[in-house]
């Protein structure tokens, strides 16, 4: 999950707590995390995790796949949160990831709190998109990596999360496997990229940190600082 550094909150695998990720230094293929929005590419990529919206849950558990559903968290939603997260759970999903958008440092606080709630309430995994600040200054260099990767569902590979599509890796295809796509892919710039987020993410003063939201925020501005 984070490589044995669990900020506080910890592992939550039957354990009734909530995973905080933040990932290890993984750089080998095999033992890179691999996501996937569809679930037509899980046999172009074995042993990747499935993740999809609420409203595709349903489906996708009732063809026997092990369902992570990934909720939006924004402003207008923190206070439906566990009710967002019982829907999913009830639908099938195996584990509830949550990335925040947009939400203040309080309600940040209140929807881990929540998903706490959750975790021991519906006997689920259960992860939220967050990472704790003493834990971003004490060891930012964790935070300086080019994975997971994830493929979206037309099959276009992009590294760390859906946001970043100006370093794609490519799509894969007939012609294109996911090795082959990493074997031709330079990390470097999604490093650089990760080294100017962190200085923006260390500004920031919440006890809890949206360190993907920072990534999308540098990706999103002209790239002077390269």
Known sequence: MNGGKTPPGGDRRGRNR??????????????????????????????????????????????????????????????????????????????????????DRVDLVYAAVELNRVAEDDAVEVRFDVTSAALLRADPAAFVRADPLVVKADGTVVPICAGLERYALGSLGPLD????????????????????????????????VSWYEHLIRTAAVPRSWC
Do not use: Q
């Open 177 to 208: 496997s996911l090795d082959d796509l990493v074997a031709a892919w330079d990390p470097e710039p999604v490093r650089d990229l990760c080294r100017v987020a962190l200085d923006r993410a260390l500004a920031d003063t919440g006890p809890l």
């Open 18 to 103: 909530t995973a905080w990720y933040f990932g290890d230094r993984r750089t080998l293929l095999k033992d890179m995390g691999v996501e996937v929005c569809d679930p037509r590419w899980l046999t172009a990529v074995p042993g990747a995790e499935l993740v999809v919206a609420l409203d595709e849950v349903g489906e996708h558990a009732a063809e026997g796949h092990r369902v992570t559903v990934l909720i939006d968290l924004v402003p207008g939603n923190v206070s439906k949160l566990r009710h967002l997260a019982a829907e999913a759970v009830g639908e099938g999903a195996r584990k509830v990831r949550v990335r925040p958008h947009g939400v």
